[in-house]
């Protein structure tokens, strides 16, 4: 069963706007993970951040985890044209060892 | 570069007639998975393999094989596509000695059923 729900499920902003996505869960998880997908390919893995972290950057990417609340949220600052593709969280729990992926989040940046 | 190699990008096969998707990496990572992935859905995992140890999703269909003669290759065998087997294939790889199951996909293969 889908583990992770996100919304919004598209989002179209112009370039320079911040694009914020949030993923939902409902189990315990070891860790949350997200992942870009440009259309027709493979996954790219973006940033992982563990249960006992509330946040996390990379580059113009900036996650955080609220265990709390079950939530997470994915921020991509001063978005560009070349930033358009699907994101989905994926979380990974040790006691099945599995990483579930949620339904995604399509973004456009228009130039 | 180590990677995640899938071949053929593209395969175009016949309902009914068998077709075998292929896998390779580079990374000599220890897990192997298989996903399929329809328009605008998220990938669902099919089965994978830890080291030689096969691990099938509990709703896999029986028509969807896996094998993994060594490391490096894995294979998806669909004994008698049908229409709804049409998707994109993914295989991805991970290292389940650092538990994190931090994954690494290769670029897919979509699959059309005529």
């Known amino acids: 069963s889908q583990q992770g729900e996100e919304d919004p499920q598209a989002l179209s902003i112009q370039e320079g706007e911040n694009a914020t996505m949030n993923c939902s869960y409902k189990t315990s998880i070891n860790n949350l993970q997200w992942y870009r997908q440009n259309s027709g390919r493979g996954l790219v893995h973006l940033i992982l951040i563990r249960s006992n972290e509330r946040e996390k950057h990379s580059g113009r990417l900036r996650v955080t985890l609220d265990t709390s609340k079950k939530s997470s949220s994915l921020l991509i600052t001063a978005s560009r044209a070349a930033d358009t593709a699907s994101y989905f969280c994926?979380?990974?729990?040790?006691?099945?060892?599995?990483?579930?992926f949620g339904a995604g989040t399509r973004l456009f940046v228009k130039a | 570069d180590a990677m995640v190699i899938q071949n053929p990008r593209y395969q175009v096969t016949q309902f009914g007639k068998p077709v075998t998707l292929s896998c390779s990496q580079t990374?000599?990572?220890?897990?192997m998975y298989w996903y399929q992935q329809k328009s605008s859905q998220a990938p669902k995992l099919l089965f994978h393999y830890y080291d030689k140890d096969f691990n099938n999703e509990a709703d896999t269909p029986d028509n969807f094989q896996s094998r993994r003669p060594n490391t490096s290759f894995c294979f998806l065998d669909i004994r008698s596509p049908g229409l709804g087997d049409a998707a994109m294939y993914l295989c991805?790889?991970?290292?389940?000695?650092?538990?994190?199951?931090?994954?690494?996909f290769g670029p897919g293969t979509r699959l059309t059923v005529l």
């Open positions: 991805a790889t991970s290292d389940r000695d650092r538990e994190e199951d931090e994954q690494f």
């Open positions: 994926a979380t990974f729990n040790t006691g099945g060892f599995k990483t579930i």
């Open positions: 990374l000599n990572h220890n897990v």
